[in-house]
């Protein structure tokens, strides 16, 4: 709901439990009163503004009023050059070579329905819901902004964009233009973000902020694994559970910056949107440039509740319609099982496997086209390899004989040296002509800011799926940007070349995304290298890392869940011992873990031995009786990996009358505790039976292959208040009908069921 005092210029945008409160100056400037708890909407708010009225030393007043300073406002588009000495949303050169913009408040609007980003993805709107555009304007330079805000009310999101446009008759060049600031009014905060690196994503870092800045960016073309465009501010005393805090997640695939100030008067400053390093967009006279969307969420319960928000918004509003709520298909992907080596019968052998234990899609990963048999040839070479007689069209006909969905690997934004395509077109690769390019897997980036080479893919991977019947396209993009320089442009729009890339991109996406409406897309980037709202909003999952050890994925699922729902994650069981670290850890774990996610097979199920491939079965079907669950329900991270031994996640139904409890354990402790964990968000006055899913045992050498089950027997406020009193673990002395040996590298799943349902 938004609400508007016209006398006082408030506005008031109230979603199920948080308010945003901003208002228009006596100078004209628009200023953030609140953001937080749900206020009750007033006639006036003026006793919230809160300014210096008396002048301070060594400052600067705002034009020639005495006592204002634009460095103490709380500025909704701070922008450089006014007294504000912040870092500003908005840097903006004129032709005559100032820098200055200061930005007055015009009119506003309440649209009915919310506006499209040109060029860009965004969220789709609740029903029955306003959208609030501001327009501020620059007197003297006739620069225009729309800020525009648009309600989610019942995943408590509220979603920021700009738009720029020069009402001048020279044109203007854009040196920043972010795409939210909120100025929080005090410094007692922590700054959480997700940090990583190949095969180690998703990190969480938590950090004190101080005051001075602190930003997070990626510089690498893409949004990276380095720092992921999401954000979160948390008061000292928040933990999962408890206690305030906002999360920023930015809809947006290339270089991104946020950045968190604390000025000298305690104000905390929080803005994202795309990097201004080695950005410049000139606007023409009459052009705009519209900022990506971004969605903001307050928690006053704690950062379950703040994911929780986030993971719905994403499935209800980022996900595109034809997917949402929609299960996805459990998958057999051939990377880890064969690398490059395979051909016609390696691939149907796995195939004949996958049907026969419940696998519903076959993925054909990369190395099917060109002359690629490894990672040095071939990117942009669509057309069939040799080694697989028949081709992609033959594969796929024997995979959906067999009743399977057919998906295949593609990497269009790339060329390899080694290429026809790249014999043809030198120009279409990023090089610099003088300059021997750096490689990347051996591979060049290419040109996505040239329309030709977009429809020069829009044609070809047009072709591979139609000529295969594809079902689901895994989209991967392995190397980041160097050597910037797109033959496409000329020498002053090369500094816009990383956001005109991303244009690029997403009008690709758009256009494939309208002509294979049934095409389920999995984006990967060496696995989480670009999990953003972006490319979301075109493929509503992501290939959440390379690393598919068990143990690791702890950690980087249980970072990723910060922003973005187990829907989102792709998670595979692979291979013993793991390939990225080497850790042999029992399939059952293997298991555990890529259950709370998007999930699949990555190892050579055809190697199986009888009582694994019994074991996989059972996993298959205890997936898709609980798929729902797995991948839509409400999830709480319990007890984290980042901080001990045993890992809990939770995942609990809308009614509260069922849930699935994970439970992880690094390694084996001598002596152990007895351990209790409270199960919030069940139906307190209902009944429910714990059990344990059945699992084969290879920890230990005895003749019974299963593991003890357990069986518990509490309530729902006794679950939630005392928790749920797990049976000891081996004591060192003996293993009875009783024992929970858990072991190294151990788990269970908990099937939590209220009774009578
Ligand atoms: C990337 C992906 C992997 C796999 C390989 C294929 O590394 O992240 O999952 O598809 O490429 O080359």
Excluded at 319 to 330: D, T
Excluded at 371 to 380: I, V
Aim: with cysteine; charged share 20%.
């Amino acid at each position: 709901m938004i609400s508007i005092n016209d006398q006082g210029l408030e506005f008031h945008l109230q979603t199920k439990r948080s308010s945003y409160l901003i208002k228009v100056t006596s100078t004209g400037h628009l200023v953030h009163l609140h953001y937080g708890d749900r206020l009750t909407h007033r006639p006036q708010f003026n006793a919230l503004e809160h300014l210096y009225h008396d002048k301070m030393g060594s400052s600067t007043d705002y034009a020639d009023i005495p006592g204002q300073t634009l460095n103490t406002f709380r500025l909704e588009v701070p922008t450089f050059g006014k007294g504000d000495y912040r870092s500003p949303l908005l840097h903006v050169e004129y032709t005559d070579g100032s820098r200055v913009t200061d930005l007055l408040y015009q009119s506003h609007q309440l649209l009915d329905s919310k506006p499209s980003l040109e060029g860009l993805p965004s969220a789709s709107a609740e029903r029955d819901s306003h959208h609030l555009v501001i327009t501020l304007a620059d007197p003297v330079t006739k620069l225009e902004v729309d800020v525009h805000y648009s309600v989610f009310s019942q995943s408590d999101v509220i979603t920021r964009h700009l738009v720029v446009r020069n009402h001048a008759s020279r044109p203007v060049q854009l040196l920043r233009a972010l795409s939210s600031c909120v100025d929080f009014a005090d410094e007692s905060w922590d700054l959480i973000h997700l940090q990583g690196k190949w095969i180690k994503e998703a990190q969480i870092a938590r950090q004190s902020l101080e005051k001075g800045t602190v930003q997070i960016d990626s510089k690498k073309g893409v949004s990276s694994a380095n720092h992921n465009p999401f954000i979160a501010l948390a008061r000292k005393e928040t933990n999962e559970h408890l206690g305030a805090c906002y999360g920023f997640g930015l809809m947006y695939s290339g270089n991104h910056l946020s950045v968190a100030e604390v000025s000298p008067y305690n104000q905390t400053r929080v803005m994202t949107g795309i990097n201004d390093f080695d950005f410049r967009w000139e606007l023409e006279s009459g052009e705009r440039f519209t900022t990506p969307e971004i969605a903001l969420t307050y928690s006053a319960s704690g950062l379950n509740r703040m994911s929780q928000q986030l993971h719905q918004f994403i499935n209800q509003h980022v996900i595109s319609e034809q997917w949402r709520n929609v299960e996805r298909p459990i998958q057999v992907n051939n990377w880890e099982a064969t690398y490059f080596d395979f051909d016609y019968d390696k691939l149907d052998a796995i195939a004949q496997k996958a049907k026969s234990i419940g696998v519903e899609l076959f993925v054909l990963d990369d190395g099917w086209f060109g002359k690629r048999n490894d990672d040095t040839t071939s990117l942009g070479d669509y057309f069939d390899n040799p080694k697989l007689v028949g081709g992609i069209a033959r594969i796929s006909e024997t995979v959906k004989d067999y009743g399977l969905k057919f998906g295949i690997w593609v990497e269009p934004e790339m060329v390899s040296p080694d290429s026809e395509l790249f014999r043809a077109h030198p120009e279409w690769a990023i090089t610099h002509p003088e300059r021997t390019p750096s490689l990347g897997r051996n591979q060049l980036v290419l040109d996505m800011a040239n329309p030709e080479v977009i429809d020069y893919l829009f044609e070809k991977l047009s072709d591979v799926f139609s000529r295969a019947r594809v079902d689901y396209v895994k989209w991967d993009h392995n190397r980041n940007f160097s050597d910037s320089y797109a033959h496409s442009l000329s020498a002053k729009e090369q500094a816009s070349f990383n956001h005109r890339y991303v244009l690029g991109l997403y009008d690709l996406l758009t256009r494939l995304t309208k002509t294979f409406p049934n095409i389920l897309f999995e984006s990967c980037s060496s696995g989480g290298n670009r999990f953003d709202l972006g490319m979301l909003s075109y493929m509503p999952q992501t290939w959440t890392s390379d690393n598919t050890d068990a143990i690791e994925r702890l950690n980087i699922q249980h970072g990723t869940s910060l922003c973005y729902p187990l829907s989102a994650m792709s998670a595979h069981v692979a291979a013993k011992p793991s390939h990225q670290v080497l850790r042999r850890t029992p399939l059952e774990t293997r298991f555990n873990v890529a259950a709370f996610g998007n999930f699949g097979y990555q190892l050579d199920i055809t190697q199986l031995t009888e009582q694994e491939t019994q074991a996989v079965v059972e996993q298959i079907a205890f997936y898709k009786q609980h798929r729902q669950l797995l991948q839509f329900g409400r999830f709480y991270r319990l007890s984290s990996p980042f901080e001990g031994n045993i890992t809990t996640w939770l995942v609990v139904n809308d009614d509260g009358n069922e849930a699935l409890l994970g439970y992880y354990q690094k390694l084996q402790q001598s002596s152990g505790e007895l351990e209790t964990i409270k199960l919030p968000a069940l139906n307190p006055e209902l009944a429910f039976i714990v059990r344990s899913r059945a699992q084969y045992r290879e920890e230990i050498e005895t003749t019974d292959t299963r593991v003890n089950s357990e069986l518990y027997q509490l309530y729902g406020d006794q679950l939630a208040s005392v928790g749920l009193p797990l049976n000891n673990q081996f004591m060192g002395v003996e293993i009875t009908e009783h024992t929970r040996y858990i072991g190294d590298f151990g788990s269970r799943i908990y099937h939590i069921m209220a009774e009578g349902y």
